[in-house]
Each structure stands twice: as structure tokens, then as C-alpha cells.
């Protein structure tokens, strides 16, 4: 009988340890949903495409959030709005935590980038009143769960210019950390968007 128990509490155990601490998702059960996901995002969250992102290593937190926002139109893409429409919150739950358990390909950064980037990564602008990127998404860009700021590091370059061009016309802001984004957008050149996006993606998180 105490065998039978201790086998029970240890297969619970096991199971409460594979939920994503954050969101509860299941990642078994994310990874059988994300068939059709793969089209875009690669089996494992790595797209090829450099106008997709990559999911492989995101916060579940993040990625419910930004489901959330697709499927209630708050956020503005025709292919997610129509992928996200039939989603439960469960499945965007288990979603988030497949892709979050997935190891993001290293990139890198141009030279060019990382004079222009690393300046304002690290301490912003105070003069044009631009705060430091590292302070929401950290310094290796890894983002932040809890507050379900996003992990930048090893994202495409291309795509992180693209959603930072879309803060900056307004195109995107939802939530509170959107109209943040718009906020510093806004007071970025295309030189320094371009730089910066390069520069994330070229940064190496320890594994």
C-alpha cells in the first residue's frame, strides 16, 4: 500500500513539474496542438522565415498573451487572427509551454550594429528620454516571465525591426507594455531600430 502511494505522489509530482510554472500549460499537450504552427515556425519554433518569429525559447507567459490579442483583435494580423480564433485558453497555455522549453538557434550581430545598438541597449538615451533595453528584456535579452516581457535574444533581426516599425506607427500597442513600446519607438531612428534588432538577435543567453 505504501508502495502504491509513494508511486502515486511521485507520478503527481512528475506531472506538476512538467506544467509551465507560469501559466499551468502542459507541454505534451502543447506539442500535439502545435502541428499547425510548425508551417510557419518550424517542428521546434525556429522559423526559417525571417519575417516569422521565433518561438523556440519564448515565455509561455508572453505567448498566451500575445494569443490572447490576436484572437480578440487587439492585436492585428490576418493569418494569426484566423489561427488563434479557434484556441482555447488551455490551448494557448500549452502552447506557450512547448515553446518555451525549445532551445532558440544562436545569431549573430553585425559589427556595425553592436556600436550603434549596445549604447542604447544598455543605458537608453536620457536626452531623448529613451530607457535602456536591458531594463524590461535584461541584458542577455531574455525578457522577463513574470512580467510577460519577451526574451529578444537570438530572434530574426528582420522581424524585431519589422514589430519595432509597427510600434513606432502605432500599428501595435496593445497593453500596457505596448503603449510602452510605441513610447520608445517612437523616438528611434531606422539606423538605431535596424541596430538594435541586429544586436539582439546576436546575443548568446548561457544555456
Given at each position: 500500500?505504501?508502495?502504491?502511494?509513494?508511486?502515486?505522489?511521485?507520478?503527481?509530482?512528475?506531472?506538476?513539474?512538467?506544467?509551465?510554472?507560469?501559466?499551468?500549460?502542459?507541454?505534451?499537450?502543447?506539442?500535439a496542438k502545435s502541428a499547425t504552427c510548425a508551417a510557419c515556425h518550424g517542428?521546434?519554433?525556429?522559423?526559417?522565415?525571417?519575417?516569422?518569429?521565433?518561438?523556440?525559447?519564448?515565455?509561455?507567459?508572453?505567448?498566451?498573451?500575445?494569443?490572447?490579442?490576436?484572437?480578440?483583435?487587439?492585436?492585428?494580423?490576418?493569418?494569426?487572427?484566423?489561427?488563434?480564433?479557434?484556441?482555447?485558453?488551455?490551448?494557448?497555455?500549452?502552447?506557450?509551454?512547448?515553446?518555451?522549453?525549445?532551445?532558440?538557434?544562436?545569431?549573430?550581430?553585425?559589427?556595425?550594429?553592436?556600436?550603434?545598438?549596445?549604447?542604447?541597449?544598455?543605458?537608453?538615451?536620457?536626452?531623448?528620454?529613451?530607457?535602456?533595453?536591458?531594463?524590461?528584456?535584461?541584458?542577455?535579452?531574455?525578457?522577463?516571465?513574470?512580467?510577460?516581457?519577451?526574451?529578444?535574444?537570438?530572434?530574426?533581426?528582420?522581424?524585431?525591426?519589422?514589430?519595432?516599425?509597427?510600434?513606432?506607427s502605432s500599428e501595435r500597442g496593445e497593453g500596457?507594455?505596448?503603449?510602452?513600446?510605441?513610447?520608445?519607438?517612437?523616438?528611434?531612428?531606422?539606423?538605431?531600430?535596424?541596430?538594435?534588432?541586429?544586436?539582439?538577435?546576436?546575443?548568446?543567453?548561457?544555456?
Amino acid at each position: 500500500m505504501k508502495r502504491a502511494l509513494f508511486a502515486c505522489c511521485a507520478l503527481l509530482l512528475g506531472v506538476a513539474q512538467a506544467e509551465e510554472p507560469f501559466t499551468g500549460g502542459d507541454p505534451e499537450a502543447g506539442k500535439a496542438k502545435s502541428a499547425t504552427c510548425a508551417a510557419c515556425h518550424g517542428p521546434d519554433g525556429n522559423s526559417s522565415n525571417p519575417e516569422w518569429p521565433v518561438l523556440a525559447g519564448q515565455h509561455a507567459s508572453y505567448i498566451v498573451q500575445q494569443l490572447k490579442a490576436y484572437k480578440s483583435g487587439a492585436r492585428q494580423n490576418a493569418l494569426m487572427m484566423g489561427q488563434a480564433a479557434g484556441l482555447s485558453e488551455e490551448d494557448m497555455r500549452n502552447l506557450g509551454a512547448f515553446y518555451a522549453q525549445q532551445q532558440a538557434k544562436p545569431r549573430t550581430a553585425s559589427e556595425e550594429a553592436v556600436a550603434i545598438a549596445e549604447p542604447l541597449w544598455r543605458g537608453g538615451d536620457a536626452e531623448r528620454g529613451i530607457p535602456g533595453c536591458a531594463g524590461c528584456h535584461g541584458p542577455a535579452g531574455l525578457g522577463n516571465a513574470g512580467a510577460a516581457y519577451p526574451r529578444v535574444a537570438n530572434q530574426h533581426a528582420t522581424y524585431t525591426a519589422m514589430q519595432l516599425r509597427a510600434y513606432r506607427s502605432s500599428e501595435r500597442g496593445e497593453g500596457v507594455s505596448g503603449q510602452m513600446m510605441q513610447t520608445v519607438a517612437a523616438k528611434l531612428t531606422d539606423e538605431e531600430i535596424d541596430a538594435l534588432a541586429s544586436y539582439a538577435a546576436g546575443l548568446q543567453p548561457r544555456r
